[in-house]
């Protein structure tokens, strides 16, 4: 007779680098020999993980622990949401536990508790990259915890502390665990990438018997070793970015940079506690794209941050024709409980916020727009990602999963997961379209 697996179900919210922590925990869960449940029925417990960045994923996180309780009884909270175990505790007093961020130990605690493991080498396995929740082609690789920061309208430092960064072989070691086990896209996360080895004085670590720094540029070579794409995400801009556009330019890793600027105005920049030098910022762009001309940005921006004039939104707006980038998306400035903007004065209307809102992507649709124009009729490499009814969907070295645009393959349904040429005929805004040149498998 079998024995009997206990199962654990689990719901992930909120960003990549969440979604890394649970995949870390659904890891040691199947290493110890529990089985996921697809539904709170079979569940001998529930694990969420929750986002406490935003008030609207707050409520979210909320509203998913209240569903788990009613439909199963047994629930464990861990995340950002967790670091305010009163507000959880509060709105549901019966969950079992709460954790904060990155608490793989005190998570799995909480689950021996209810459920004891039921691990048995010899039936339970684990395939060395671990459990991923992404597509099996594509995973996102964390190399650091935290952030030094101090922008006044984060709580990031007060969620998950200051940096923390990975050792660096450890890091190289999953990443080629990640890509012999098939994967074809690695998607860099942190709270700031282009810091990591900050904190450790950019140790030296050992990947293959030679010695590597634990430093972005050195790191970025290394996974350019693997052979397949690249994408760094959350990258602040320090001046030792610089340095990683010869990579790109060498085709090591992709030509891509995810950099939140947030705004372009030297006073609301100030109020921020970011660099507040949108001059540079556009002189450094100019030089990246000399040396990289075909480097995609993407960026975010708040709009009505508290004490933004008109004068302030309109340099944003030049900032952003004169930027050009490739990937942009705007927000609308919401307060965070904790967060110290809260206290600036002069805070904007919320109809005046979502007003600015709409003339930023309004500027930034036609800039758009008109990028993707100019691809219409060149080649270019994509990754598949899903198929519908007569055409496949996949992207570009430009577009990163669920947060770009993508490339719709016309008359085609080919396997997720592998490379083709395209020939783009048409555009929108947003997306492209091609007609399939070549499979790359």
Known sequence: MKKYSPRVGFVSLGCPKALVDSERILTQLKTEGYEISATYDNADVVVINTCG???????????????????????????????????????????????????????????????????????DLVPPQGIKLTPRHYAYLKISEGCNHRCTFCIIPSLRGDLVSRPIADVMQEAENLAKAGVKELLVVSQDTSAYGIDIKYRTGFWQGRPIKSHIQQLAEALGELGIWVRLHYVYPYPHVDKIIPLMAEGKILPYLDIPF????????????????????????????????????????????????????????????????NRVGCFAYSPIEGAQSNELPNPVAEDEKQDRVERFMEVQANISAAKLSAQIGKRMTVLTDDTGEDFTIARSYADAPEIDGVVFIEGERLESGQFAEVEITHSSEHDLWGQLVSEEG
């Open 53 to 123: 960045f935003i008030d609207s994923a707050v409520e979210e996180s909320l509203e998913a622990i209240g569903e788990a309780i009613q439909e199963n009884g047994k629930v464990i909270v861990t995340g950002c949401l967790g670091v305010d175990s009163e507000k959880v505790l509060t709105a549901h007093p019966d969950v079992l536990a709460v954790t904060g961020p990155h608490a793989y130990e005190e998570v799995m605690s909480a689950v021996h508790k209810q459920v004891k493991p039921a691990h048995d080498p010899f039936l």
């Open 262 to 325: 947030q705004h372009a105005s030297h006073t609301v920049l100030k109020n921020m506690r970011r660099p507040a030098h949108a001059e540079k910022a556009l002189e450094r762009i100019a030089k990246w794209r000399d040396i990289c001309p075909e480097i995609a940005i993407r960026s975010t921006f708040i709009a009505g941050f508290p004490g933004e004039t008109e004068a302030d939104f309109e340099l944003m707006l030049d900032f952003l024709r004169e930027a050009q980038l």
